[in-house]
């Protein structure tokens, strides 16, 4: 695997490839990720991946500082999985000035559920992504479905820029359990890793009696919230939405729209997201 840190380099290296296939992440990879680089690897005539823990996409309290740096063990696994070029530029490469030119995407997509908790938190994927696929230049990107609205939105903003890249989802690698892997379940005490689990569960609960014919959606989303907040959790929100552009269903959706039941909750001090498609 050839690792390059410098945009110049990179170009350089890619020259004599015409489709690259890209993953980007902010390392502390896990077996998602290496999922994502398997998907990848037939997609393109180079698979690419990228390093970079993105400053822009923390809010001043999250864990910007302290998001594990796994560096040896990233570069293994990354070998390991076929991955060919790894791009790991550290800040003043990639941004160099302040990064005074940003990306940001339609509030009606941005700033609810993710970005609603999280302000601002689109506004950094996208710049950053945006300048990601400058630096690669990938025919082919795969953003895995556990930020599913990442990917709706990084979807958008290609389409919308009209970039020549096309964007795939990766399904979500779970643990045997079903806990949705996460690089921030490495937060998780011993405890709070066994509880975890629930809430993949109460999301699959509310798909599974959506698919059931259940059209209460208020009712079961307070349910669902309320039992988890009674298991010991804060949660932000378990909702039920439309997959076409997350907005909540009207009654009439719920006849043949496809629909995806996402949520976010803070177990402890960690904050976790999953989401099942109905
Ligand atoms: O999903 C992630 O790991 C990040 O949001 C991404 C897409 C690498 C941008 O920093």
Redesign the pocket.
């Known amino acids: 695997m050839k690792i390059v840190h410098t945009i110049t380099e990179l170009r350089a290296h890619l020259t004599q490839f015409k489709h690259p296939a890209f993953v980007?992440?902010?390392g502390n990879l896990h077996e998602g990720h290496l999922a994502l680089i398997a998907q990848a690897k037939p997609l393109g005539d180079v698979t690419v991946a990228?390093i970079?823990v993105?400053r822009l996409?923390f809010l001043p309290h999250e864990d910007f500082d302290t998001y594990p740096r796994t560096w040896d063990s990233d570069c293994a696994k990354l070998q390991a999985a076929g991955c060919d070029v790894l791009f790991a530029p550290n800040e003043q490469e990639l941004y160099p000035e302040p990064q005074t030119f940003k990306v940001h995407p339609p509030t009606e997509l941005a700033d609810i559920l993710e970005g609603f908790f999280r302000p601002g938190f689109f506004v950094g994927?996208c710049t950053?992504?945006m300048k990601?696929f400058a630096c690669v230049q990938p025919r082919v990107a795969v953003?895995?479905k556990k930020?599913y609205q990442?990917l709706m939105i990084v979807r958008r903003m290609v389409q919308q820029f009209a970039l020549p890249i096309e964007i795939v989802g990766g399904e979500t690698t779970r643990a045997p359990n079903g806990l949705a892997l996460s690089s921030r379940n490495g937060y998780l005490s011993e405890s709070e890793r066994a509880e975890a689990v629930q809430l993949s569960m109460a999301l699959k609960g509310l798909a599974a009696v959506l698919k059931a014919g259940a059209t209460d959606i208020a009712v079961l989303e307070a349910q669902a919230m309320k039992s988890l907040t009674a298991r010991g959790w804060q949660p932000n929100y378990l909702v039920v939405r439309r997959r076409s552009d997350l907005q909540a269903p009207t009654p009439s959706d719920l006849l043949g729209e496809a629909l995806v039941v996402l949520g976010a909750a803070k177990i402890g001090a960690t904050r976790l997201i999953d989401n099942f498609e109905v």
């Open positions: 980007p992440t902010m990228s970079f993105n996409q994927v950053v992504v990601l953003f895995g930020d990442q």
